[in-house]
Structures are given as C-alpha cells and as structure tokens.
C-alpha cells in the first residue's frame, strides 16, 4: 500500500498584519507552519503506516524554506518528500497547483491520496478534488473517519455533511480531504527533526514534469487576483467592567433599543428587494446560473440568497436568471426557484441522483454547462458545493474562486469574485480569464429577493444516464437529530458558545436565553471537536458563515478563525470573564463577568422586553 499527503507550508495567519499603504501583507517577522489539516493528513498516513505496513510519501509545492514542512512530514513518518520548487509554479492558482501535483503524483502509483480539507491562509479546499479529476479517481471530502480493509483494496470512511454524516465505502486508488477528527494532530521530538533534515527531499522543476511549462504558474492559471484591500471591524468595540450584571446588562438592552434589534418595523424596512418580472437576454452575455441545493427535502435558503444577487447583476449584464436543480423535479422546488428569481429552471431527476453523489452530479453539470454555455455558475459554499465545483471545475479546467463573500460586475463588466484571505482580514477580488465564471459562495452573506408566486415556472428537463455508476459506495446515511445546525444558515439571532462554559452540561441556561429570543445556537471548532455540540453547529473558517441581526457570544473567545464567520452580523454581543479575550475587539459591545451571573439575568431582560 502506498499513500501520498500533500502538504502546504502557510503563514501563521494570527499573526501577518496588512499595509494599507503598500496593499500587502507583511510577512516579516512571521513564523510558517504546516498547514493545521495538513498535520492531520500526515499524522493519519502516520497511523495507517504503521498498522498496514504502508509507504508514505510527503509531496509540496513552494518555495525553497516549503522544504521545512517536509522535513517535519519525514519526522512525523514520512518515508519519502518531493518538493516542487521551480520559479515557473509562482503564482499559481488552485487548477495549475493541481495540474502540477497530479502530474508528479501519477508517477508515484499510489493507493490513497491525503489532503487536508482546506489551507488557512486562503481557506480553499480545491486542489485536492481538482487532482482527483486530473487523475480520474474518486473523491472523498470532508474525511472525519477512516479505516483501511484488511486486504488493504478498499476503504470505509466517514465523510461530513451539512446534515449530519455518511459512511462510505471505496476501492483504491482514492483521493481524500480530511477535517477534524481524523487524526490525533501531533507534532514531532527534537530529536526527529534532527534526524529527518539528514534524509534526502527530491526536488522536481516544472520541465520535469512536463516539456510545456506554459500550464504551471500564473500562465496555466484561469484566475488571478485583480487588487487586495482590508476588511476593517468597524464595531464599537465597547467593553463593560466592573459592573454588577443587572446594570451591565442594562446598558446591552439599551444599546439592543438603540440599534433597533426589537423594533418589528426596522425589520421590514431592511424587507428583501421584490423579484420583479421575467427577464429576456439582451446581448451574447450568456445566463447567471444559481446551482440550487437541497437540504431536509427543501431548498436551502443559500440558494435562494444566490439568486438574489444573480438577479441584481443579470440586468448590468442583460442577461437572465437560471437555476439548476439536480435530484428533484418536485413542482414546489421549481415553483420557489422561479418565485425567488430563476427565470428558467433545468431540472435532472433520475433515481441515482437522489442523494447527492459528486460524480454522478459533477456528470450532469459538466454536460449542461458544455451545452448551455453560461455566463457565470454559481454555488453555495456548502460542503457538498465545495465538493461539487472543485470537480466541476478540475474536468473543464476553468476558474474557480471559492468561499467568496461576494460578487460584483466591474467597470470592465467582469464578474469580480470577492474572496476573504488570511483568516479574513483581507479581501481580493478575483477575475477569470475563462466562462463560464464559477464561484462558491458563503451562506448568510446574501440576500433573497422577496419572492413573486405569480411567476409560471419554466423548465427545463435535462437528460441523465444510468450509466453514471458512482465508484463511491454509501452505507449509512446520519442526520442529525437537531435541525438547529442547518436553521443557522437563516437565523436572525444567534447565541454562540465557546469552552468557557465548562462543558455540554452546562447548556441549559445558554438555551433557555436562545429559547427567550428565538435564536439558533452556534459553537466554535474546539466545542465540536470536544463533542459537546454537533459539528453542524460550527462557525468559522472550518464551519459555517452567519449573518444574524444579532450574534452573541457566551464565554467564547473568539480567535480570528470564528470571527471571519460572524463578521456580516448586525450587532455582536459579548460575554467574557477574561478582559483579553480577543472576541471583545469583534463586538460592538462586550460584559467582562462570569457568564453564569450575566446570562440568566439576560434571559430575564430579553423576555420581559419582548413581551412588553
């Protein structure tokens, strides 16, 4: 058995800084590392090593100092490391990063392929799936669990969900991305280090791998960065102290009345813009596709929110508006798709599509874009999305641009896809230099237009094969009991909890204050990792994006990774015993008080406010 962990050597993120000036970040002074679900990739080559007696082999591609990150792979198990260093890969983008990893990779044979589930400076997830397509293996993302058979020919793994978790079963070769849970993450001794800097890394240029070096690089890239700006808090920042938790909390009501959070008629005039009738292409520009998903038997609300915003740029465009829905032709799916701005609807419904299945669904998307030629696809930044546009995207060899916060039409009329890097604190407008434009995009960032039921549907029946039979075996399909995690993505009030409180004992009173206003609890990765809340419940780079009217965060402390999650949240609350807690730079307003006295007393103001 032979398995390969790809590996990213990234910055600390916590600690790079941008300049407004020079419009860069500054690395100086910054410590890299391996990039954290990268650890977790080498550290379950590591175990599956030493239980089915397999080879290991690290690959990267990075500069000359990446070669540290080989060297701590080696020190960790690895048996071998290829570093592809070569000035022709420098600004690559994530499909000529793939091309040139799984050009290199087809050489080794491998039986399995790891790779960590996103990268922490850029948070995207899309080498390893577009490897996958390059290498015409299978995939499986989102890994929290897996085993090898005894024959060492097959795997069963885990894989997370919006909903809750599957169970898999697949013969090798496969590709997989791992997420928490996999793996113990460990780090290697002294003395290890010592040992692996002696061993040998081999070193690949780009004319080693190929005679056309044209395909690495910013020449082999479909996208690039347009410009880079700062995302700024813009929140108040005040901080309570000192204070009993009747006066503090006294002081957030009046603040919650201030800003209106109560107030029903400041609600409806934030109501959604209205769909407004059909529209007809005007120019060559070809059709802004929303692909839909469905979630609980329903469409997700992130969809709708993608059409939303679909239908405020067709028009600068004049263009319309297209949803397509692979897995269902229930009318009431294409009725709400049409209601909330799909002015046509393609529609792929044949039992194997039933569930979601990345090479079935990559299939029938692939084929209708080749025969429709869109102008722009558009995916919710879901995990079964993520999974679907990387492959997508890998088979026509286009740009992608994932987890994006947004979507513009420039002065040049190019979609710019606004992309959050480096835990947030930047953003970079991405271009494509090919269509159609393909983007994931973030739940709760958008919003839906309000809808018109009076709209006819029009459909579009799309032609699927059986023949498609997925490599991918699904044993066991988990929901999750709560449908708390998946309200997240349209709640108005969120109240969040971190390890503060002590443990899942202590939940009560937490929703006994969510109960009072009607909120969705959220949690951070530590609390899912500790299994004390679903992992549906996770905000951040690794979990979801909210964008409640309110957030409020109980004894959380709030590092970079979650907020990049809660920064389109209208008022952030919250409640700390520790001054230092960096959650209190993201809030508009903070109690430092042990959470156990403030929130009862919150509970107790909430409710008598909203029954007032």
């Known amino acids: 058995m032979k398995i390969a962990v790809c590996i990213k050597q990234v910055p600390v993120v916590s600690m790079l800084r941008f300049d407004n000036e020079t419009r860069r970040m500054v690395r100086d002074g910054v410590p890299n590392e391996v990039n954290p679900y990268d650890v977790l990739g080498i550290s379950l080559a590591a175990r599956l090593k030493a239980e089915h007696d397999a080879e290991v082999v690290v690959i990267t591609m990075g500069p000359p100092q990446a070669s540290e990150a080989l060297v701590q792979a080696m020190a960790m198990g690895a048996d071998h490391a290829i570093h592809l260093n070569d000035r022709a890969f420098a600004g690559s983008d994530t499909l000529a990063t793939a091309r040139a990893l799984s050009i290199a990779l087809e050489r080794q044979d491998c039986d399995l392929i790891i790779c960590g589930r996103n990268s922490s400076d850029s948070e995207t997830g899309q080498v390893g799936p577009e490897i996958a397509e390059m290498l015409g293996i299978p995939q499986i993302t989102a890994v929290s669990n897996l085993e090898v058979a005894h024959d060492g020919d097959s795997l069963t793994a885990i894989r997370l969900n919006d909903e809750g978790h599957e169970e898999i079963e697949c013969d090798f070769p496969v590709l997989i991305s791992v997420t928490d849970g996999v793996a113990e993450e460990t780090y290697p001794r002294r003395e290890d280090m010592e040992s692996a800097s002696n061993k040998p890394i081999r070193e690949l240029t780009a004319a080693d791998l190929s005679e056309d070096t044209s395909q690495f690089g910013e020449s082999g890239s479909p996208t690039w960065v347009n410009d880079v700006f700062s995302v700024e808090s813009g929140r108040s920042g005040v901080v309570i102290r000192d204070a009993t938790p009747e006066d503090a909390v006294s002081q957030i009501m ?111 998307l692939t084929e209708t874009i080749q025969e429709l030629s869109p102008y722009a696809v558009l995916l919710p930044s879901t995990t079964n999305g993520r999974d679907l546009a990387a492959r997508v995207a890998g088979r026509l060899e286009i740009g992608l641009t994932g987890d994006c916060v947004g979507i513009e039409i420039d002065e040049e009329g190019r979609l710019s896809q606004l992309k959050p890097a480096f835990g947030g604190s930047i953003v970079a407008p991405i271009l494509s230099r090919t269509l159609p434009n393909m983007a994931t995009i973030r739940a709760g960032i958008l919003s839906a237009c309000e809808p018109d039921f009076s709209i006819e549907p029009v459909v579009n029946t799309l032609e699927t094969s059986e023949q498609n039979v997925s490599r991918v075996r699904v044993l066991n399909r988990v929901s999750d009991e709560s449908a708390e995690g998946a309200e997240l993505e349209r709640a108005a009030r969120v109240v969040s909890v971190g390890m503060g409180i002590g443990g899942p004992e202590n939940m009560e009173p937490i929703r006994d204050l969510a109960d009072a206003l009607g909120a969705s609890i959220g949690t951070t990765r530590d609390v899912a990792d500790a299994g004390w809340l679903p992992r549906q419940y996770q905000i951040g780079i690794s979990g979801k994006s909210v964008a409640p009217e309110l957030y409020i965060a109980v004894a959380l402390r709030g590092p970079f990774n979650h907020t990049v999650g809660i920064q389109r949240s209208g008022t952030i609350i919250a409640i700390n015993n520790s001054p230092r807690s960096p959650i209190f730079r993201a809030a508009d307003c903070g109690i430092v008080g042990d959470w156990r006295e403030v929130v009862p007393v919150f509970t107790s103001a909430i409710r008598k406010r909203l029954s007032a």
């Open 254 to 364: 009046d603040l919650l009345d201030e800003r209106r959070v109560f107030d029903r008629a400041a609600a409806s005039e934030r109501a959604a813009t209205k769909r407004g009738p059909r529209t007809e292409r005007g120019n060559n520009n070809g059709p802004i596709w929303v692909a839909a998903e469905l979630m609980g038997g329903g469409i997700r609300p992130v969809s709708l929110e993608l059409l939303g915003r679909a239908r405020e740029l067709a028009p600068i465009l004049g263009t319309t508006v297209e949803a397509v829905l692979i897995g269902s032709a229930d009318e009431s799916h294409t009725q709400e798709l049409t209601a909330y701005g799909a002015d046509t609807v393609h529609v792929a419904d044949a039992p194997l599509l039933a569930h979601y299945d990345t090479e079935a669904h990559a299939t029938v």
